[in-house]
């Protein structure tokens, strides 16, 4: 979101930072709680469809935002979805609770 109306070079680093804080601390946190879920011994299966499920959209973003600067000549709708789709899973992860054992 930092990113969707800038001119300044500054905000761009002021972006990355923010971006490498939350997504590299956000990884090794996303496993642990995984395994406090739901255990080890599906952790191997419940890793690889998980990360088969965000390869597509993964894939699938630069297209979209490729597509949206082609038709809009700016990035900014495509920024504005993008964090729409992240705060749409924030509240889903925010409300969702422990499988019954």
Do not use: H
């Not at 969702?96 to 054992?101: L, N, R, T």
């Amino acid at each position: 979101l930092v990113l969707a109306k800038t001119n300044a070079i500054w905000i761009i680093f002021l972006a990355m930072i923010i971006f490498g804080q939350g997504y590299g601390g956000s990884m090794p946190l996303r496993v642990a709680i995984q395994r406090d879920y739901f255990g080890r011994k599906g952790f191997g299966v419940l890793q690889g469809t998980m990360l088969s499920i965000t390869a597509l959209p993964g894939a699938l973003g630069p297209l979209f935002a490729g597509w949206v600067f082609d038709v809009y000549g700016s990035y900014y709708p495509a920024l504005l979805t993008m964090t729409l789709v992240y705060l749409i899973a924030v509240v889903m992860v925010s409300v969702a609770k422990p499988p019954k054992k």
